[in-house]
């Protein structure tokens, strides 16, 4: 029988529930179990694909095609496993289903209500990835913090059930915050006591507490948390701040959060945990033996969080060649065709980011052109592959007015266009090119040289493509289509062959980026930026 785990949030949102989730299921997986996490979002849209990145950063996309909450990228990333439409679920999505069951007449005239309706809806989502007896232990991290309004149906239904499943199936985890004072010299316990008693009073009490502090949990600090917050002193956890996210799993090792949490599922598992691939690259990622310098060119640079899976996509293909990455944001609106090469000066390698609509263009154009005449290996990803044919077009095919529709609906050179199917579409929420597609790539290509593999398959989210009438053109000037869609003919790869590394793709390789399985494009690229670094550095 599948046993669960939820994850609640108390006192300030930020406290990283979903890299303690994944260190926690990292940690479950070594020891050999089969485990899976989910994350309930508690707002009202569908699902993120409609948010604006500076509302919930990036939108992670899943091989079935879910557009989801970027907590599922660290899930696939630390446990090097997929997930689907079914590991995110959001208010939004229960309240549809509801209604829709509501419309049909399921409900046979009864009124339909937050308890029990919403809540059994809730309820049945939270069980579904435990149904199949694919996974021993099931992981769910509630969004939101305990207290909010929003969150109280998903408390609502972590207490029914706890008890429908009874004791030993299911544990309650709460990730606090204990601040520190400086003024005072010390660790404060009070809030913490407040949003257990906040769960408490939702009829909920946390079995196990992890406390993100910057300071060490003294036993007396342990102590008092354990007291008032009626749970076992050793399942009082400290999560002290750690330089990596990538060593959190370690630092819970030393807390021996597995052993407590398996003691309260009562599952009795000899196996020790083996974290020998995660060591290793932790080993890796911590001496470095060189590093690059790699501008990250987007327009919604000032958070992070929009770019998650890049930075993380670019931190494991540089780790596994033991070097060091800086990434240096430049946000796109602040390059001009004057200062482009005081941007570039110390930069290795150029990626352009994807993204929507006209702001920040002719920023990416001119650090793509950049990266062309200066021979700087470059990857554009999505966008920035519809930018770089862009400006292959103006600058060398000489089409002066050349343009994507979405940023010019009636430019007389259409070179990334939509397909007559997006045309109809009005509906924004769930209706772009999404999720895996297949790809074939042309051998005799760099791009075959990093994948070394002709059929590969990558994940999309865009309603632009190449326009394919361009491409001969696009093919005797030097820039070839290196990968196509076998099944509907669109470019899906363009490469530069007279450059050392300029690859442009219109799918988005950071998705299928794993901690111990870097993707085969970034670790070339960087490969070709330190390339670049030494023979700058030779001169
Ligand atoms: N806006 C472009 C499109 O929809 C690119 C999308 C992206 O970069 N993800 O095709």
Known sequence: MTK?????????????KGIFASSLAKLLQARGLRVSIQKFDPYINVDPGTLNPYEHGECFVTEDGAETDLDLGHYERFLDVNTTQANNVTTGRVYLTVIEKERKGDYLG??????????????????ILGQGNDFDIVITELGGTVGDIESLPYVEAVRQL????????????????IPYLSA???????????????LAKNGVSPDVLVCRTEKNLTDDIRHKLALFCNVDFNAVIEAQDATSIYDVPMHLLKEKIDSIILDKLRLNVRKRPDLTAWQEFLNKLQNPVAQVNIALVGK??????????????LIHGATAQ??????????????????????????????VAPGFGSRGISGKIEAIKYARTQNIPFLGICLGMQCAAIEFARNVLQLPTANSTEMDAHTKDPIVDLLESQEKITHKGGTMRL?????TVAKKTKTYKAYRQENISERHRHRFEFNNAYKEQFYTAGFVAAGINPDNNLVEILELTTHPWFIGVQFHPEYKSRVTRPHPLFVDFLQHALKQRVSKENL
Not at 435 to 439: D, E, K, M, S, Y
């Open 110 to 127: 009864k009124t339909v209500q937050i308890v029990p309706h919403i809540t059994d809806e809730i309820k049945r989502r939270m069980l």
């Open 300 to 313: 919604y640079v000032e958070l992070q969080d929009a770019y998650k899976s890049i930075h993380e996509a």
């Open 322 to 351: 033991q070097i060091k990455v800086n990434i240096v944001s430049i946000h796109s609106e602040s390059i001009t065709e004057k200062n482009v090469a005081e941007w570039m000066k110390n930069i290795d390698g150029i990626l």
């Open 435 to 439: 999720g895996a597609f297949a790809c």
């Open 162 to 177: 706890r008890w429908e499943l009874g004791a030993g199936n299911c544990v309650v985890v709460h990730l606090t915050l």
């Open 184 to 198: 005072a010299k010390e660790l404060k316990t009070k809030p913490t006591q407040h949003s257990v008693k906040e």
């Open 4 to 16: 669960y785990v939820f994850v609640t949030g108390g006192v300030t949102s930020s406290l990283g």
